[in-house]
């Protein structure tokens, strides 16, 4: 399913489906509130976050020589490093490993890295089978949809939805209880792993200190990825790096706290190199690949610190605008507030150049961030650059008003005789309270929502009444 | 030009332009460091029973080895090399499967019994290093993972995990922290137990 062009339609769609909105409210105050009870848990929060953050700024600053240490790093562990520029370049480089190991099937774990290359649909055109094994992905593989949100890709999804495509997948009897549902992917997917010959996974962290990949999942399946078949592929974003293991600590206190309410994931796994000599599992060869795709711009322009984020989802669950809409409407792999920085930053304002306005800049994503991004500083600078380079709409009329008012505004005679103008004419049109319709430019704002009436009297005429009745002069 | 070249001249040209805010360190608690080994069973036993994990206690090296006997039965079983395993566990089941035995025989394995290279108290974390007589199928593939742990691993936090065997992780090639037993909350946030991994974890804290 691919998204439609354009923002506005996206969301409505999103607005008209009710379940839709149900279930991310749910989903979402659910993980909220998990989030708190599970920072508690820390002693310290705030000064871990703190610390987080100072480890994956360090990271980004000088990117181009941890990378390059990095990359020393995972060489002398015995690791096969590749780089790729674009999603083609990665594409192409995997379907080579696999062809040269001879792979027919592939298993990946959750990499949102090879969603942003279409890496399935590449290794299938080379007739490589490619199997998500994430639960959430597997049902959104299975039906061909897209997932919908970091950490929870199929949160738009009923039981029965599951139960469905299963039972019309699968050839398996109609189940809509999740526990069953499990099951029957832990039997069909565990055939998988015994079978393929090449595991794919992503990368949560890389270790620049000692060319350490760390992963995390729930489920076992990154282990299992990274364990079973004879050739392990890790695809990475070029901005996943850490200086140290004791930075590695760091961010994974904050990490799982803030995604899913755990203290750490079930299962978190540092990969330093193919088996040794002497293990008796564990894949021959470990290949990395670093996929660049557009980071290394956004590192040169306004918004360099979203590099430094971890992908927890935290933001998506406080974001106002997601809650409502959802992860679809954003119309890419990453949405919410994070999504609304990234995607234009790999995708292009001239596609994407609407989402930085898709938010009320009402800070609650900065609040909850384990590491402290500034998501409002950074979508205010793509509005900017929006305009500045014309890839989003400003009309003349936008344009002519805000001058009117500028005009109006930085002349305080008229500026009141114009305030109290418009509030007797706003007042006029107010029912119990509310403004459903405004006329002519001021209709776009109440297209979709209401305007509250305005007070009786403006803050500037209860301040004077206020300094009279204390005796003083404004 | 090598994609390689072509990615770290961008970024190094990029880091000229782009700003990347500072941070000031912060000073973190340094309470873990003073709890002693009492302290830190105590927290580990209370994490674990948060987990939905199984643990059991024991004072000698047989009480060990009989609740690994009374916990396994006739179960079949797949398990770290004798010589891995500690408290002589490794020979009270001569029909156990190992690492050298093929992968369909061991994915039929119903207990995977390991040892623990260390264990993290603040979590309730085993901590699992790969290498010689020590596969990582016996705590992946069965669906009841039983994990013996000396007294003397458990260490307070990651933190202080990553410092004392900072050369035996640098050595392995992979090391694995497994906290609990096998889980998703994907479909309708229902929490779900063994969806790949093993939907059980039992632990023995040995002497």
Redesign the interface.
Known sequence: MEPSGDFAVRVKEALADAHLRAAVTQATSQLGSRRLLALATLDEADAWRDAARAAKLDAIRTLADNLEKFEARLIANGAQVHWAETPDQANRIIATIAERAGARCAVKSKSMVSEETHLNDALEACGIEAVETDLGEYIVQLRRDRPSHIIAPIVHLTRADVGKVMHERLQVPYTDDPKELASIARRKLRHDFLRADLGISGVNFGVVETGTLCLVTNEGNGRMVTSMPRVHVALMGIEKLVPTMADLEKCLKVLARSATGQKITVYTTLVRGPRGPQDSDGPEELHVVLLDNGRSDIRGGDTAEILACIRCGACLNACPVFRTIGGHAYGDIYPGPVGAIVTPGLRGMAAFGELPHASSLCGACREVCPVRLDIPKMLLALRGVGVKTRTVPSPLSLKAGLKLFAWVASRPPIYRFAARAVRFALAARARRGWISTLPGLAAGWTRSRDFKAPPSKSFQELWQARQRRNGSTP | M???A???N????????????????????L?AAQASGADNLRRFAA?LQALGVDLFIEDSDDAVRSRIVALVGSHPVLQW?AAALPYDVGGLFPWAL???SP??AQ?SAEIGITGADAAIA??G?LVLL????????AS?LPPTHLAIVRRSALCA???EC?AAH?DA??????????????????????L?L?????GAVIVVVGP
């Open positions: 090598s994609a390689r072509s990615i770290l961008r970024i190094r040209r990029a880091e000229r332009t782009g700003h990347v805010p500072t941070q000031a360190p912060s000073a973190l608690p309470a994490e090399d190992t690492g050298k992968r369909d994915a603040e979590t974390s790969s290498g010689k007589d020590k596969p990582r199928a992946l936090s990651m933190g990553f900072a992780i640098a050595r392995a090639a992979c090391c694995t922290f497994v906290t609990g037993p096998s889980r998703t909350a994907d479909i309708e946030l229902t779900t063994g969806v790949h991994g093993p």
